[in-house]
């Protein structure tokens, strides 16, 4: 496996503290143990893969899902929990330039589209996911920020055929959002959900449509000969393969993806219920999903039981010592922003990574001149909605029943320096950083 982070990264120890963990149990799959063939075979059991699995076995289709350690271990398992519109970084403009604007409200729609896909599979298998938040509100960082998020109502509208709720600075209170914002901007598309409760309940769907689930069995290599074949220990056989490893994607399964993904880690810290008394004290009763403005942004939300989740990008390598430095970060942060709890405790904090393309799109497709191989990843922190909207496309490309817009059927770009393009992630976050001031 060629990874681009030290093996800690990839272990337990970034994951340890995970609030969501405690949270439900998850549907138990064996380790794959004798040589299986079949029809597709998806590597990854997180949004993306038991998406994709749930979608091609309700159409009959003959799928196994493999995954290194258990349902949802990777980000899909220790995210946030916005089920928001998202999943590319490029704005109004850039989608027009590359893709006109036809192009452009075919994407937005996918945003959408990939919002209610989520909210119809929790309603058709009945998945409890603790849902909340009347879509979600963005906080100006700074006094100028209000111009934007007005820009951005005005973008919403035209995209999505909404009117936002822009809350000036003094009517902040009333919202229950007080804090060090200047304003705000509420999308009523999305809303906030617990990760593991709903990727639970996504793999028990894929499994009673009939997909087979192994847990424990990472696969080593990839080949192509008259039919693809993974090497997990034991031999799988399968006339197409879906790579569904998102940031945790290996550089060398398939030696195409080597340079074109960027995993990016982000930290998440809970705290315990916070009393009515404690809410009342910080002026912050909302139970919105929210983020600020920020271009390292923050993202927070007071989930149904009073527990407070607080979370930001992380550090920049990977070891015990640096995820400790970056937890005590996410706290200093926290602390700043309210100030009134910072007497309250946290038991639970945990990182994971969120997965960047170059170009800040999603992509979703055929692996270029490699027959019967697709991949999908890159949401660039948004996957709840739009890794489930992608194991969908991915199915329907599979069975013929679906078109990928064109602005993430694009093959995915190199980014500069290869196997070491970790090195320009410094310059860029220090670019970020001025840029937030």
């Not at 006339?239 to 490893?245: G, S």
């Not at 407070?308 to 015990?320: D, H, I, K, Q, V």
């Amino acid at each position: 496996m060629k990874h681009i982070y030290a093996d800690y990264a990839y272990g337990s120890g970034p994951r340890d503290g995970c609030w969501w963990d405690e949270t439900c149990d998850l549907p138990g799959f064996p380790k794959l143990e004798t040589d299986i063939a079949c029809d597709v075979a998806i590597v990854g059991g997180g949004f993306t893969g038991l998406s994709a699995a749930l979608h091609l076995a309700q159409a009959g289709v003959d799928v196994v899902v493999v995954e290194a350690e258990y349902v949802g271990w990777g980000a899909s398992g220790r995210n946030g929990g916005f089920c928001c519109l998202g999943g590319a970084r490029i704005d109004d403009a850039g989608l027009d330039h590359r893709f006109d604007r036809v192009g452009r409200l075919q994407y937005r729609k996918a945003e959408r589209d990939a919002i209610a896909l989520v909210e119809q599979i929790t309603q058709a298998h009945g998945i409890d996911v603790d849902r909340h938040s009347q879509g979600e509100t963005e906080l100006a960082h700074r006094p100028k920020d209000m111009d934007a998020l007005r820009r951005a109502a005005d973008a919403v509208a035209e995209n999505h055929g909404v009117d936002c709720q822009v809350i000036a600075r003094e009517g902040l209170p009333a919202h229950g959002l007080s804090g060090p914002f200047h304003g705000a901007l509420t999308i009523p598309i999305g809303f906030a959900l617990n990760p593991r409760k709903y990727i639970a309940g996504l793999a028990a769907a894929a499994r009673d449509a009939g997909a087979r689930i192994f847990g424990k069995t990472p696969v080593q290599s990839l080949n192509k000969g008259q039919k693809w074949t993974l090497d997990a220990g034991r031999k799988i056989t399968a006339d197409q393969v879906v790579i569904a490893t998102n940031g945790y994607s290996s550089d060398d399964l398939p030696d195409w993806l080597a340079g074109r993904y960027m995993p990016s880690q982000s930290n998440v810290i809970v705290t315990r219920p916070l009393t009515e008394q404690e809410q009342a004290e910080a002026g912050w009763t909302s139970d919105q999903a929210c983020y600020d403005t920020r271009n390292l942004l923050h993202y927070f939300r007071k989930m149904p039981d009073g527990r407070f989740l607080f979370g930001m990008r992380g550090g920049l390598t990977s070891n015990p010592a640096a995820e400790a430095r970056a937890r005590r970060r996410v706290r200093q942060d926290f602390d700043a922003m309210f100030p009134a709890w910072r007497h309250v405790e946290h038991a639970h904090g945990w990182s994971g990574m969120v997965c960047i393309a170059r170009d800040m799109l999603p992509f979703v497709g055929a692996v270029p001149n490699q027959p019967g191989l697709f991949a999908s990843l890159c949401y660039h922190g948004n996957g709840v909605a739009m890794g489930t909207y992608a194991g969908k496309l991915i199915a329907g490309q599979i069975t013929g029943q679906a078109e990928v817009p064109v602005a993430m059927a694009q093959p995915l770009s190199r980014f500069p320096l290869g196997r070491y393009r970790r090195a320009v992630m410094p310059a860029a976050y220090a670019g970020f950083m001025l840029a937030d001031l």
